[in-house]
């Protein structure tokens, strides 16, 4: 289900997601680096917010550092089952 919701001035795009046992997992993973401490239990909006970014994040190192260092090293380096160099030509998601 998608709505958008009025907050003030600001709209706000809402989804559900559904949490299958692995993204649970990925959930609870993420959380607990997100999280200040061990009594912390961040919400997931911000478990999602440092994802998104730390992805974007990544994305700009590998295409700030690939004509710096050689391939071989910023894929042993970098590379994600993500995100990753393709040869020096592109940094191409893994992903989908």
């Not at 200040?36 to 911000?46: L, Q």
């Not at 260092?69 to 160099?85: A, D, E």
């Amino acid at each position: 289900m998608h709505t958008q919701v009025l907050k003030g001035l600001m709209a706000t795009d809402r989804t559900s997601l559904k949490l299958t046992d692995d993204r649970k997992r990925l959930f609870d993973q993420a959380s607990e680096i997100v999280a200040r401490d061990d009594a912390d239990d961040p919400p997931r909006s911000d478990v999602i917010d440092a994802a998104l970014t730390h992805l974007i994040e990544s994305q700009q190192n590998l295409e700030n550092v690939r004509d710096q260092y050689p391939p071989q090293h910023i894929k042993r380096c970098c590379n994600t089952s993500v995100l990753g160099l393709r040869y020096r030509t592109s940094i191409e998601s893994k992903w989908r």
